[in-house]
């Protein structure tokens, strides 16, 4: 696969491990977060962690959209698909999340019409095909995602379907980032920035996390190769006693970002004052709502929200997990009440939530001594 | 709904249920196919249910599947298929010519296999009541002499062998559904694998230890199944396993696991170090083996468990599904 | 929020329309390339593919410089160690 197997090039890894290892301090304990999903599941499925020296700590930050919606607005959105007349769609990272009374995946087999769909437009195709049924688009991601729902919504006013509507859960990076460095009980020496989320803000962004945090960032890619880079330029900018934003995947990331995306964005959505976040509590200006120029094409504004607010066990460590203060196997129902089969919190049910990717990618390794390590 | 993906859901439903109240037993390690003394001579046993949508498909249809399925369970459990009896559930309303078309392929797949299909029976129910079809059918064979399958026997530095490339039957069902969009030119791999396991227990019987059809659930939940009855650990070298671009593709495209997804025409086999060169080769000399390798070895650690390695000396855990694959976006 | 996958785009857009098709090691899908219309792709590109959505044109040029970067890590060094191996440095 070209532009991705290159990237997972293992002679070229071993030779960028070497370079992280000749870098890092044998003296310091380097605390690096990552803060998108992508980036704990890539690390996980690629066993990074195997191949960087010891005092390098990758810390899980909150770019998990799964992870961090609230458990009443799944609740929310199954309500709204009630009604047979609605088709209720979603991504499949959504389908096995747990609300009060059940997933979406449980509600369909008590009967619910409950679509896995790739894309937003292929809820709108959807809406085309069965005119007499209401399509809603159980809409989830950062800004990665927005853009894609934003062009949809447009093009279902161009075009006047009027049986479809979007659920909005976008939620925006930058604050969620602000929360963990606001946060008393953090440590962190560096960022490896969201690479994806990137594609449509640009780096500018970040610069406040350089500027007025002294921390490093390298924006970053998701092969294990960009990863590995990223980690590079952090440590040498610390290293060089530096702090600035770096941005590793020029491949894809433009600086200034996709002025069209975020125009798109601009037209369909507005930030919402504040919106809560599972785990990190509420947090302003951090999620986007539908204008009411598109009021019609808005699941909230067209139909009744129950709006139930509900609260986690307090058993559940989801909020020091998301945070980085507890590592996932720290949390008392790790492993117990809480395991991806039966999961108690969000960050056990997105195969990308910390407690998920760790349970399933690594807490039975043992120290595996038949393993061949690199020289 | 989770109980028929294979994996965790449906095993749990056959241990914690099935096995203790009908067969008897709820501490052994359950395998394809039973065996079971009639007049003094011992004959495999099995039965499976197939409920696929569509009802056809690149590659094959239900009826090939549920033939293939059969017969597949009696060879990986050392036996020479001989014959199967089939029941179908049908949906009023179900057209003839779609009917015919599924005990054509079964009759065609059967004459192909060598096997004899003795009987069967139909059910017709209310419409809304069935998916179309539902097939179910059950297999006899005769054990074959000198073969030994049980995962107690697995040894520490024992091989895995795998007959070919992985997932091409789940990821052609997944794009065949059409939900999303996809499209491949992608086959089921749906056969017959006992002319590939009667090659290679021909020259390697005394040390096969363990041989599975990984099918709901793929690869991961065979294996995962194996590490737990033999208390070992399985490694898989990531680069060692075989899949074709298309199904790579699509994995990566979903965000789904190759080792997670069902095949329909591949055997796994554990040998013993001295046998496992001489029974690849007999793969590999066999129609169909072509594409056979080696693609792992039983270590001590972690126990009961499957650890993919790769070339870098990353390393990851391999779990059951837990349900079906779900594509993801995130 | 983070899987995005390269795909080579092997058809362009009708007049008028902004979906083409786009391929990833032989499996294919329509993808809307509404959010390059800054920057519009052309039948051979490489593009990043998120939720049926081009998110950027991919640069080969950018991709290959990063790989000649990271091979040539750790060569500086080895000429260091080369140096030092002479004897040539002071103590």
């Not at chain 1, 199954?78 to 009060?100: E, H, N, S």
Request: net charge negative; hydrophobic share 40%.
């Amino acid at each position: 696969m070209k532009f991705v197997d290159e990237f997972r090039d293992a002679g070229v890894i071993n030779k960028t491990a070497d370079e992280i290892r000749r870098l890092a301090d044998p003296a310091r304990h380097y605390r690096f977060m990552e803060v998108c999903g992508g980036h704990t599941h890539a690390i996980y499925r690629f066993g990074l962690k195997d191949i960087l020296p010891d005092n390098i700590e990758l810390i899980h930050g909150p770019g998990c959209p799964v992870c961090v919606l609230p458990m009443g607005r799944i609740d929310d959105g199954l309500a709204l698909a009630k009604d047979p007349a609605v088709i209720f769609t979603a991504f499949g990272d959504m389908m096995r999340v747990p609300g009060t009374q059940g997933s979406p995946l449980e509600h369909k087999a008590r009967g619910m019409d409950v679509r896995i769909v790739y894309s937003p437009s292929d809820a709108l195709k959807l809406a085309r095909l069965n005119p007499d049924r209401h399509v809603m688009f159980f809409a989830i991601g950062f800004e990665t995602t927005a853009p894609s729902t934003a062009l949809t919504l447009l093009r279902a006013k161009t075009e006047g379907i009027h049986n479809f509507s979007v659920f909005c859960n976008h939620v925006t990076i930058i604050p969620a980032i602000r929360a963990i460095l606001d946060s008393p009980d953090m440590r962190l020496d560096a960022f490896i920035g969201p690479g994806h989320v990137s594609t449509v803000i640009g780096c500018r962004p970040y610069e406040w996390i350089a500027k007025d945090e002294h921390k490093p960032i390298a924006v970053s890619g998701f092969e294990p190769l960009d990863i590995l880079q990223a980690i590079v330029m952090v440590l040498r900018q610390m290293k060089a006693g530096e702090a600035k934003v770096e941005n590793q995947y020029k491949r894809v990331v433009p600086w200034e970002g996709n002025r069209a995306a975020l125009r798109a964005m601009g037209e369909v959505f507005q930030l919402r004052p504040y919106f809560e976040w599972r785990g990190l509590g509420f947090i302003s200006q951090s999620a986007l709502r539908i204008r009411d120029s598109f009021a019609e094409w808005d699941s909230e504004q067209r139909f009744q929200v129950p709006g139930v607010r509900v609260t986690d066990p307090k058993a559940a460590q989801c909020g020091e997990v998301l945070k980085g203060v507890l590592k996932p196997a720290q949390c008392k129902l790790f492993g117990k009440e809480c395991t991806p089969e039966h999961p108690t919190g969000a960050l056990m049910v997105s195969s990308e939530g910390s407690c998920a990717a760790y349970y399933n990618y690594e807490h039975r390794k043992a120290t595996v001594a038949s393993l061949s390590w690199p020289a | 709904m989770a109980h028929g993906a294979g994996g965790k859901a449906s095993r749990r439903l056959v241990e914690g249920l099935f096995a203790p109240l009908l067969f008897g037993t709820n501490s052994e390690p359950l395998t394809d196919a039973a065996r079971v003394a009639v007049n003094g001579a011992q004959v495999a046993i099995t039965t499976d249910s197939f409920v696929v949508n569509p009802l056809t498909f690149p590659g094959g249809s239900i009826g090939e599947l549920a033939v293939n399925g059969t017969i597949n369970d009696l060879a990986v459990s050392g036996a020479r298929p001989e014959a199967i009896v089939v029941t179908f559930v049908l949906e009023a309303g179900l057209s003839t010519t779609v009917l015919e078309a599924e005990v054509r392929a079964m009759g065609e797949a059967a004459r192909r296999a060598g096997v004899r299909v003795a009987g069967g029976d139909t059910k017709v129910v209310e419409h809304g009541k069935a998916d179309r079809m539902y097939v179910t059918t059950t297999g006899l064979g005769t054990p074959l002499h000198g073969v030994s399958i049980d995962p107690h026997s697995v040894q520490l530095g024992d091989k895995v062998l795998l007959s070919g490339p992985i997932g091409d039957h789940g990821i052609t069902i997944l794009l065949a559904r059409g939900d999303l969009d996809l499209e491949a030119d992608l086959r089921s791999d749906t056969r017959s694998v006992f002319p590939l396991v009667e090659a290679m227990l021909q020259v390697a019987a005394p040390g096969i230890r363990w041989m599975r059809d990984p099918t709901r659930g793929g690869v991961a939940t065979s294996l995962n199944e194996l590490a737990r009855d033999c208390g070992r650990a399985v490694h898989l070298k990531e680069d060692e396993l075989p899949v074709r671009d298309a199904v790579r593709g699509a994995c990566e495209l979903l965000g789904l696991d190759p080792l997670h997804i069902a095949n329909e025409g591949q055997f796994l086999s554990v040998v013993s170090p001295d046998y496992a060169d001489v029974a690849l080769n007999a793969l590999h000399q066999t129609p169909g083996g072509e594409e056979a390798c080696m693609i792992g070895e039983i270590h001590e650690e972690p126990a009961a468990a499957v650890l993919v390695t790769t070339l870098y000396g990353g390393s990851r855990i391999v779990d059951m599904l837990v349900g079906d694959p779900l594509p993801r976006i995130c | 929020m983070c899987l995005a996958i390269p795909g080579k785009i092997i058809e362009v857009p009708v007049e008028g329309a902004t979906q083409a098709t786009v391929e990833v090691v032989g499996v294919r899908r329509k993808v809307d390339l509404g959010l390059l219309t800054e920057n519009m792709p052309v039948l051979g590109d490489w593009v990043l593919i998120h939720v049926g959505f081009a998110m950027s044109k991919i640069s080969e040029q950018d991709a290959l410089d990063q790989m000649n970067t990271l091979r040539m890590l750790g060569e500086a060094e080895q000429a260091m160690e080369e140096v030092r191996g002479y004897g040539v440095e002071q103590e």
